[in-house]
């Protein structure tokens, strides 16, 4: 899908934490900033009881890669794996949780999801199974609708400004895994999101964002576009939105 580099001339450090700032003041994720002052940004995987979230291994260290190289955020490297019951996922900037499986999740589990996506943080969830009818789709919506009603998920339109909050994209990039291997045979030419008080809140794939990017970040020079650049887009607009 074709893009362009779109150039920003800020300090980018400084422009995402005044942005973040700004957007939302008071929120859980803003507070990181003052508790974490030695990073602008970590990576946090949500594991969950049910179904399979330790998928991708390789993504997460991939992704900060590529936020290294294009940004000047300073950067955990170490991935760090939070139980989705922990209160202290509440105080992450980004989460990031995937799988395959079933998704149901216990009362402290769906608590916590709710506090943190109500009080301005960010989820980015992938179906593995890039397939609507599999299990994780299924399930996980299912979550979804109860928590925060039948009509909270929906796609988002392809000039949605997540698309543009960093480097250019006309929409979400294709996979090289929607029609291989197991999955519906589709394409999605969208994404899915909960949206609240006008930003995104949960962005949804069912892409399998997560596989694509499950490699060593050195083999990213045998690749002709990198297609980790729209993960900068989703930490971008994570952070400034």
Request: glycine share 4%; with cysteine.
């Amino acid at each position: 899908m074709a893009y362009r580099s779109h150039f920003i001339h800020m300090d980018r450090r400084h422009f995402i934490l005044s942005s973040c700032a700004v957007a939302v003041c008071g929120a859980l994720p803003c507070a990181v900033s003052a508790q974490n002052s030695e990073y602008d940004f970590y990576f946090t995987r949500l594991s969950y009881e049910s179904g399979n979230w330790e998928v991708d291994e390789r993504m997460p260290a991939n992704v900060l890669n590529s936020l290294i190289e294009y940004t000047s955020l300073r950067v955990d490297l170490q991935e760090r794996v939070i139980p989705l019951s922990d209160p202290s996922m509440l105080s992450a900037p980004f989460c990031y949780m995937a799988g395959h499986r079933l998704v149901q999740f216990n009362l402290q589990e769906r608590q916590n999801f709710q506090r943190y996506v109500e009080n301005g943080g960010f989820v980015f969830v992938d179906d593995c199974n890039h397939d609507i009818d599999g299990m994780f789709a299924k399930t996980f919506e299912a979550q979804m609708a109860d928590m925060f009603g039948p009509k909270a998920l929906k796609k988002i339109p392809n000039n949605h400004p997540l698309y543009s909050s960093f480097f250019e994209f006309d929409g979400p990039p294709r996979t090289s895994v929607e029609l291989n291997g197991w999955g519906d045979d589709l394409v999605h030419e969208y994404l899915k999101a909960i949206e609240i008080n006008g930003r995104i809140a949960v962005l949804y794939s069912n892409k399998d964002l997560g596989c694509e990017w499950d490699y060593d970040f050195r083999n990213k020079r045998w690749l002709k576009i990198d297609n980790t650049k729209f993960a900068v887009n989703i930490v971008i607009y994570a952070m400034t939105a």
